[in-house]
């Protein structure tokens, strides 16, 4: 993932001239990966999240998939080399048949996610493999004792795609397959010699094989703890990232907010201005999401009401004005004297009075 990081990197700080030189490249890269890609989707699990875990299990599996793509080249030459054998053993044509479906199970089984369990039927697989390759010799010789040193593959195996508590009881079941196959299989006559040669001290002669399991279980456990930090660290990258994104969107998102604040309040304070200045025809215009539309919306209603009563008010003024000239009309009719001021009824309730007095 590291690697996937810092290619992007060196990609976006290339210049253009050197990115066209390095095509040629790119492009037998991007075919290895396209090959890769495809093998990979076909024997190993889809991504399903970003969590260690998920990350931990992705990784285990694509070792399965590269063992898997190993075992899918070396099985078909092992059968080609059967069929070209003058006398091909059926034992063995049988033992690469059950091999093959073993892989295609562990293969299978990665697809579906069951990642333990493929690799444990892997690890099965490899024990069975290096115990044939023994078990076949009529009897065990001095040089078995050096190929017994093979059982460290199943370990190596086991400690790559297995959770980092199974390879003690990995490396255990390598120490008790060696030592009982030891001491249960034949010897040939040089063997069983030095093994009277030892007497007591037989277990020196396993004792080189059993070391080689020892240490390659501790450097397989310093390997994936190394490995447990490096995805946490890298972890923890991607959260920072995905933090420092988060923060700067929030940010972004407050610097709109203020400045939509900014301008609902710029407003609100030009209408309050325009109103105690007297003029109650203005308005605030904002949207539904504005943080202030509410305000805006009671101040609207506010100037609608203070509209609605100054124009009562108005009206309340002529219809008071009008009946005072007709009053005075009234009056000056019985005194018979003319009248100063013309009599102009426009309000409802004036004109209502001067026809019912019959004026």
């Given at each position: 993932?590291?690697?996937?990081?810092?290619?992007?990197?060196?990609?976006?700080?290339?210049?253009?001239?050197?990115?066209?030189?390095?095509?040629?490249?790119?492009?037998?890269?991007?075919?290895?990966?396209?090959?890769?890609?495809?093998?990979?989707?076909?024997?190993?699990?889809?991504?399903?999240?970003?969590?260690?875990?998920?990350?931990?299990?992705?990784?285990?599996?694509?070792?399965?998939?590269?063992?898997?793509?190993?075992?899918?080249?070396?099985?078909?030459?092992?059968?080609?080399?059967?069929?070209?054998?003058?006398?091909?053993?059926?034992?063995?044509?049988?033992?690469?048949?059950?091999?093959?479906?073993?892989?295609?199970?562990?293969?299978?089984?990665?697809?579906?996610?069951?990642?333990?369990?493929?690799?444990?039927?892997?690890?099965?697989?490899?024990?069975?493999?290096?115990?044939?390759?023994?078990?076949?010799?009529?009897?065990?010789?001095?040089?078995?004792?050096?190929?017994?040193?093979?059982?460290?593959?199943v370990a190596l195996v086991g400690g790559a795609t297995l959770p980092r508590a199974f390879i003690p009881l990995t490396v255990l079941i390598q120490i008790m397959l060696i030592t009982g196959m030891f001491f249960l299989r034949p010897h040939d006559?040089?063997?069983?010699?030095?093994?009277?040669?030892?007497?007591?001290?037989?277990?020196?002669?396993?004792?080189?094989?059993?070391?080689?399991?020892?240490?390659?279980?501790?450097?397989?456990?310093?390997?994936?703890?190394?490995?447990?930090?490096?995805?946490?660290?890298?972890n923890r990258v991607e959260e920072l990232v995905v933090a420092q994104a988060e923060l700067a969107r929030q940010a972004t998102q407050l610097r709109e907010r203020d400045r939509s604040l900014k301008e609902g309040i710029t407003q609100i304070l030009?209408?309050?201005?325009?109103?105690?200045?007297?003029?109650?025809?203005?308005?605030?215009?904002?949207?539904?999401?504005?943080?202030?539309?509410?305000?805006?919306?009671?101040?609207?209603?506010?100037?609608?009401?203070?509209?609605?009563?100054?124009?009562?008010?108005?009206?309340?003024?002529?219809?008071?004005?009008?009946?005072?000239?007709?009053?005075?009309?009234?009056?000056?009719?019985?005194?018979?004297?003319?009248?100063?001021?013309?009599?102009?009824?426009?309000?409802?309730?004036?004109?209502?009075?001067?026809?019912?007095l019959g004026l």
């Open positions: 993932m590291m690697d996937t990081f810092q290619k992007s990197a060196q990609h976006a700080l290339l210049p253009d001239a050197r990115q066209q030189l390095l095509q040629p490249s790119k492009v037998s890269e991007g075919i290895g990966a396209c090959v890769w890609g495809w093998w990979a989707a076909l024997t190993g699990p889809v991504a399903s999240g970003n969590s260690l875990e998920e990350q931990e299990r992705q990784r285990r599996a694509c070792i399965i998939s590269s063992i898997l793509l190993v075992a899918a080249i070396i099985l078909p030459l092992a059968l080609l080399l059967s069929a070209f054998n003058a006398a091909p053993s059926l034992l063995h044509l049988i033992a690469i048949i059950i091999f093959a479906s073993g892989f295609l199970s562990v293969a299978l089984l990665n697809r579906r996610g069951h990642t333990v369990l493929s690799a444990l039927l892997c690890e099965l697989l490899i024990d069975m493999i290096v115990a044939s390759y023994l078990i076949i010799k009529p009897a065990l010789t001095i040089n078995a004792l050096s190929e017994f040193d093979l059982f460290i593959l006559s040089a063997l069983i010699q030095l093994i009277q040669q030892q007497g007591d001290q037989v277990y020196r002669l396993l004792m080189f094989p059993i070391l080689l399991q020892l240490v390659g279980a501790g450097i397989i456990m310093i390997y994936t703890g190394s490995v447990e930090r490096t995805l946490k660290r890298v030009a209408a309050q201005r325009q109103i105690a200045a007297g003029n109650l025809s203005v308005g605030v215009c904002m949207r539904e999401d504005h943080e202030l539309w509410q305000i805006g919306q009671s101040l609207n209603q506010l100037l609608k009401r203070l509209n609605l009563q100054a124009q009562e008010y108005r009206t309340l003024r002529q219809t008071q004005q009008e009946i005072e000239l007709l009053t005075d009309f009234l009056f000056s009719k019985r005194a018979r004297a003319p009248l100063s001021t013309p009599l102009i009824c426009r309000t409802p309730l004036s004109q209502r009075l001067f026809l019912a």
